[in-house]
């Protein structure tokens, strides 16, 4: 078999929603180059599939019946009901158009729902298209990441579809846990994907898939619950479902981990109690207030300094105190009753306006701090909402005219219309929202009937409840109870320190921490938790640990820190205890010493690999592993879609470096001979 070119390879992830496609191996590997929905659409001839909508559209026309020519030259003379007389033999046809609409999902097949393959045609439909829109060469080898829910016939049957329709000289399955392995270099991990309406959970050691205990299509902990549960808030606001998940991949919908605190509550939390303000003397502002005793402490505070001030500070302070005791005979006796009166009025508007504008340089210095807030502090934000509304409705609202103004009904020689400026495209906000910033594209299609309209919502915390109905709680005990049946104990403690969370249900912020502040809070065990039972081992036992390698203290060559699974530490320690020597105990004990040494001794040469290194149950440490930083074309783009970055690496290495000698692919020989069963025995 010729070598194959890293140009030629293909990869095909296909996912509920979203599928993933790329011809060729770049030099540095980057994200896939053809992003597609998974969706096909019923074509007019049953059994058939189309990539986007079509739609059928009559247009009924009126079409003349015309004399023929004279054929000597002569000119044909009509009477003046000539034209009544054309209108009168006019014919009604009617012309079908097919029309392609990209934008609607009306009528839509999705072949996969939470990872399981529903309707087999219309996903050989869409790989089918996939292949054409790509066109590779007819020497091209084919890689598909299998879903962890898809069975053993499943297999089959894409090993046969791809073999027969495409004649492809190599074909690849690889699990999308064992791809996402690849991508981070992990060679032992749990990879949590989060997906549409699932997820799946998987354990991960030395390159082989655990299937014992493995959480495939766990329902309610995919990215439409969180949307779903957004709906359920904010239904009573008028939010519809593509609101929610608009709001949901937005940067101000974000998760918080568990036990932070809202920020209705932060606020609620800081106000401080009147009665433990009243008993710790903080009633010292009010009495100064008031101009109680208060005052008398600022007096005394202010010393020398408050004697010395100016005379206008004497006269308001005097002013002040006298203020509310009123010599009304004096007044009229001076007779300047007018001049006071006015004097009061004066200084009541001056303290007015002070006070307003003390307020209004308040408010101006607090709204920055308002603004520099981070999300998780706000209590409202805002985020663009774009929906697609039919142009026949704005023009009914008087927002863009129903003609395009390229011709006119009355059929005189005037000049087009002029097309109206964009600016009053834009000015189709509702009424009700002065403060919404509309938007809308303008159809480059004369056969366009839509158009998308931009505006500004504002949320509450709400945004911050997207994981509340419990599905981060799912995700953590599906996560449990896989690692819990990995067999080899002491690979349990790996696993968790390296959990891989990929998926684009994982996009949502502040999903991947709060999931793991979720994990440390119901599974994790400090190291001071492991020193149950301390009392009661013998005190030549070394001080637990939290490695859980807990052993007596060596006693002869013979002797290990690590004893075999069938000897009794404490019976051993109990027997040597007062033989520090190692020699044997005199009387009875001397041949149970002898044989438990000589059964010690014998474990350990017969499995010296299998000692146990740390908790089998539960964990000391969870901890997230980080992808290299070698492929700098996927910083920007995120981690969620990992697995194609695996695929690509895995790609290169069985394709073109391996050449197919670890047999990580079927050849068209091999499947000639062994028939679609023989993918079992190549599946990565």
């Not at 999300?375 to 129903?402: C, D, I, M, S, V």
């Not at 002065?434 to 809308?440: H, V």
């Not at 002797?559 to 530490?569: A, D, E, I, K, R």
């Not at 474990?603 to 089998?616: C, K």
Request: net charge negative; with cysteine.
């Amino acid at each position: 078999m010729p070598p194959f070119k890293d140009e030629h390879v293909l990869i095909i992830a296909p996912g509920s929603q979203t599928t993933l496609a790329q011809l060729g191996l770049p030099e540095s590997f980057t994200p896939a180059q053809l992003r597609t929905s998974t969706r096909m659409f019923p074509a007019e001839k049953k059994g058939e599939w189309e990539p986007v909508k079509v739609r059928e559209r009559k247009v009924t026309r009126r079409r003349n019946d015309v004399a023929p020519e004279p054929v000597d030259g002569d000119t044909a003379m009509t009477d003046a009901d000539g034209a009544a007389n054309d209108a009168e033999n006019a014919v009604e046809e009617q012309e079908t158009y097919f029309e392609e609409d990209p934008t609607t999902e009306e009528g839509a097949v999705y072949p996969i729902k939470q990872g399981r393959v529903v309707d087999w045609s219309c996903l050989f439909a869409l790989m089918t298209h996939i292949y054409n829109t790509l066109s590779p060469p007819f020497h091209t080898p084919i890689l598909v990441i299998a879903q962890p829910t898809w069975t053993a016939q499943d297999h089959e049957i894409l090993t046969q579809f791809f073999f027969e329709k495409f004649k492809t000289p190599a074909f690849c399955l690889m699990d999308a846990a064992l791809a996402a392995c690849y991508a981070y270099a992990a060679s032992t991990a749990a990879v949590i994907d989060i997906g549409y309406e699932k997820c799946d959970v998987t354990a991960v050691v030395e390159f082989l898939i655990n299937d014992i205990g493995r959480g495939t299509a766990v329902p309610g902990c995919g990215g439409e619950s969180m949307t779903q549960r957004l709906l359920e808030l904010l239904s009573n606001k008028g939010f519809t479902r593509d609101m929610c998940e608009q709001l949901k991949r937005s940067g101000i919908c974000e998760i918080l981990p568990p036990g932070t605190a809202m920020p209705g509550e932060e606020a609620e939390a800081t106000n401080v109690n009147p009665a433990a303000a009243a008993s710790a003397g903080a009633n010292t502002a009010g009495l100064k207030g008031r101009g109680g005793a208060g005052d008398q402490v600022a007096s005394m505070r202010g010393g020398a300094g408050a004697e010395a001030g100016d005379d206008q500070d004497g006269e308001g302070r005097e002013v002040e105190d006298n203020e509310g005791v009123l010599d009304v005979a004096s007044l009229v006796v001076s007779g300047k009753t007018n001049e006071f009166l006015a004097r009061k009025e004066r200084e009541k508007a001056e303290k007015a306006e002070k006070a307003a504008a003390k307020k209004a340089a308040q408010e101006a210095a607090a709204a920055p701090k308002q603004a520099k807030l981070p999300n998780a502090k706000r209590l409202t934000a805002t985020f663009h909402y774009t929906e697609r509304r039919p142009l026949e409705e704005l023009n009914q609202n008087g927002k863009r005219p129903l003609e395009n103004g390229t011709s006119n009904a009355e059929g005189d020689a005037k000049r087009p219309r002029t097309p109206e400026p964009q600016e009053s495209v834009d000015s189709t906000a509702p009424k009700s929202d002065p403060s919404s910033n509309e938007k809308k594209d303008v159809p480059t299609q004369s056969g366009e009937t839509t158009a998308l309209i931009r505006r500004d919502v504002e949320v509450g915390v709400e945004r911050f409840q997207a994981a509340s109905g419990g599905i981060l709680d799912q995700v953590a005990d599906a996560t449990h109870r896989c690692i819990l049946s990995v067999p080899d104990t002491h690979k349990r403690g790996e696993l968790w320190d390296n959990l891989i969370i990929v998926g684009n249900g994982s996009k949502v912020r502040g999903f991947r921490d709060a999931l793991v502040t979720k994990l440390n809070s119901k599974y994790l065990i400090s190291p001071s938790s492991a020193t149950i039972f301390t009392s009661e081992l013998p005190s030549n036992f070394s001080t637990p640990v939290a490695t859980g390698a807990n052993t007596p203290q060596p006693q002869s060559h013979l002797q290990n820190s690590h004893h075999g699974p069938g000897v009794n530490p404490l019976l051993l320690a109990a027997t040597t205890a007062s033989n520090p020597g190692g020699l044997a105990p005199p009387g009875q004990n001397q041949h149970l010493h002898a044989q438990l040494q000589m059964q010690q001794y014998q474990q350990q040469n017969q499995h010296p690999l299998h000692q146990p290194s740390g908790h089998g149950q539960t964990p000391t440490s969870i901890k997230l592993t980080k992808m290299p930083d070698y492929f700098p074309e996927w910083k920007d783009v995120g981690t969620e879609e990992a697995a194609f970055l695996g695929a690509q690496v895995a790609a290169k290495v069985v394709f073109v470096v391996d050449q197919g000698l670890s047999k990580g692919f079927m050849s068209r020989t091999e499947y000639n001979d062994l028939g679609p069963q023989g993918i079992h025995e190549f599946c990565m």
